[in-house]
Every structure is written in structure tokens, then in C-alpha cells.
């Protein structure tokens, strides 16, 4: 699994907001530790995230939590991402070489296929954040 820390900014109805520590490579790290301890928190808006929670456990406001999600649901993702794309190009080049003979029109249907795989993927990925095996869990 990886993890990532999160501080929870607040939660209603099963909703929170939080807010991801980007960088947070080593938790149990010293010099991290010191480090947020003399530091100020600065929270922007880019670093927010809200989510619903599937579990029934509670959290409380300004609890440190960590969410985790499985490498299987990242592998899958960067599949989705990047070989659906490059599916589509070459599948649609191929099919136009074949019966095309203008290198123009083979290019531009490739561009074309690789076009439709981003957007097939995308829907894909709006199908797949439904499910609860892409939702990150809650370690408290």
C-alpha cells in the first residue's frame, strides 16, 4: 500500500476535508519531526481535498491520519492512462496505413486514435472511481 499524511481540517456526515502533506517521505524521521514541529503549518487551497469516507469509523478535527491505497489500483490507473492512448494511435494508424496511402492522412488519423484513447480512458476512469476497491482507505 502507499500511504500518505493527511490532517483532517473537518468532517460532517461522513465528510471530510483534508489536507495531503505533500513531501512526506520518512514519518518516523527525526529530523522531519523536528522540522514540522518548528515550522509553521501553512495550508493553501491547492493542497485541500475533499472526500467522502466509506468506513463507519470517526475522525476528529486536526487528527493526523494517513490514507492509503493498493498498488494494484495505481497500477491499473497508469495502465489506463498511458496504454489506452498509445492503443488508440496505433491501432488507428495502423487501420488508416492500411488502406491510405497519404502519409498526411495515416498522421493525422493516428493523432486522431490517440485522441479517442485519452477520452475512452477518461471515461473509464469516471466508471472506475465508483467502485470502492479505487477509494482510499482511512488508518487512523
Known amino acids: 500500500m502507499v500511504k500518505v499524511q493527511a490532517t483532517v481540517l473537518t468532517y460532517n456526515n461522513r465528510m471530510a476535508t483534508l489536507y495531503i502533506h505533500h513531501n512526506t517521505v520518512c514519518v518516523q524521521c527525526t529530523m522531519l519531526a523536528y522540522l514540522r514541529k518548528n515550522s509553521i503549518l501553512i ?6 481535498h475533499t472526500m467522502r469516507l466509506q468506513d463507519t469509523q470517526t475522525v476528529l478535527v486536526k487528527q493526523n ?12 490507473t497508469a495502465f489506463l492512462v498511458y496504454i489506452t492512448p498509445l492503443m488508440g494511435l496505433f491501432m488507428f494508424g495502423g487501420l488508416c496505413q492500411k488502406f491510405c496511402h497519404s502519409e498526411i492522412i495515416i498522421v493525422l ?9 485519452v477520452l475512452l480512458a477518461k ?3 469516471c466508471t472506475l472511481t465508483v467502485l470502492e476497491s479505487f477509494q482510499p482507505i482511512i488508518i487512523c
Open 43 to 48: 495550508i493553501d487551497s491547492k493542497h485541500i
Open 65 to 76: 491520519v494517513q490514507l492509503a491505497i493498493r498498488e494494484r489500483t495505481i497500477l491499473i
Open 123 to 125: 471515461k473509464i476512469a
Open 109 to 117: 488519423t493516428a493523432f486522431l486514435g490517440g485522441a479517442l484513447g
